[in-house]
Each structure stands twice: as C-alpha cells, then as structure tokens.
C-alpha cells in the first residue's frame, strides 16, 4: 500500500492508460478523481468502485481553464488536499503540416500540452502549501524521436518533455518532484488512427518487432505501474526525469 492516505488526479481516466493509473494508484491506497471528457468514464469508475477502490469521476476539458478550476475544486472538496497528479489526457490526430488544419493544431496543443499548463498551475499551489508533490506528465517515445505524418502530435509530445524539466526545476526545492513517462506503443484504442496509417492494429501488431526489440506491444498497466513508481516515495530522489517505457522503440 504504497500510496495509504494520498490524493491524486489522474486526466484522460476513462479508458487505457489513465485507467489502469487511476486503478493502480487505488490498489495502493490513494483516493483517485478520475478525470475524463469522455462520459464512459463514469461507468469506469463505478467498476472500480465496485471492486472496493476509492474513485469519483469527474467529467472534465482539461483544455478548458473553468472546467479544469471545478476539478481541483471537486477533488478539493472530496479529500481536501492533493498530493498527486497525473497529466495523461491527450488527443492523435495524424497528418503532416500540409495535412492537417490550423484547428486540429490548435486543439492537439490544447489537449495535449495546455492541459498540463492549466492543471499544474491550478494543483501546484496546493502542493505548495503541503510541503510536498509528485506530478507524472505523460510524454512519448515521440518525445524523443519523430514518426511520418503524426507531426502535431509528436512535436507536442517533445514539448512535454521540456515543460516537465522547466516544472520540475522551478519547484523541487519545494518538494515537488516532476517526471514524465514516454510509452512506445500501447496497446489501446488510441493508437487506432496512428495504425490506420500503416495498415490497421493487425498489420502493426504482424511487425512489431520493428517497432520494439523486446517482439511485444506495451500494455497500460506496464505504464500505470511505471507512474505508481514515479510518485512513491521509493522515486523520492527523481526529479526532471524523462522515463521511457518503450520496447526498446528508441535504441536503435
């Protein structure tokens, strides 16, 4: 129970990654606000709920600062502090820069970059005044390395990277550890645009030892079970750290 009396928020929670996060997190003891545009993600949480953890969804834009402003506020009110938080939520839409619009530009930022922008500002203050936080932005293998045609999505994701140095250097005196997790490719429903480009999930999953040297896709809970590590107090001296989690995607 690595996680006994913690508060955290994890975003994009309805499904995948933030999932089995926010699961992961409960298991260990931490009451969760999962957070979610996607209104599956209450029936998420009440499966969880139902197995004994301690979850409240909490439908979510995290592109948009008022809705942001109610979460912090929801989870404020339910537990009264928050110690973690977990930045997951974003959006894949693939295309070059001669293929996409300035709107699906503008939207990927939003979602994937000012969301963490407008939840660190609004949860770091809280962090702050307890002496103590770990925030986990989640990155990519794509933070490191680019792919054909995701070029939006690939450039926000090197932009988390360097926004969780500049975070985790602006407030480790303060307690406040910042990392950020950069998966190879997970297999999820996230990813089935990105696989459309080169075939569909079938014929990714017919090459993956391509893509990643250990032969297998990354499954969610090797991610959520990365992040459980990051904001355990067994992480306690990491800080401005971009861990891969990737196959083996980046050696070569």
Sequence with gaps: MR???????VTGAARGIGYEVA?????EGAAVVMA???PEGNHSAQQLQRAGLAVTFCRTDVASNDSVVQLVDTAMELHGGIDILVNNAAVNIP???????EEIWDRTY????????LLSRAVIPIMQRSGSGAIVNMGSANSY???PRLSAYVSSKG???????AMALDFAAEGIRVNCICPGWVDTAFNDSHAALFGGREEILKNIHDIHPIGRT???VEIANTALFLVSDEASAITGAGILVDGGYTIK
């Design 3 to 9: 996680l006994t009396g913690k508060k955290a928020i």
């Design 23 to 27: 699961r992961r997190f409960a298991e």
């Design 36 to 38: 979610d545009i996607n």
């Design 95 to 101: 295309g070059s820069i001669l293929e996409l619009s």
């Design 110 to 117: 939003q979602v994937n970059v000012k969301s963490m922008f």
């Design 145 to 147: 390395v680019a792919e």
């Design 159 to 165: 932009a988390i990277l360097m926004l969780s140095k």
């Design 218 to 220: 990354i499954q969610p």
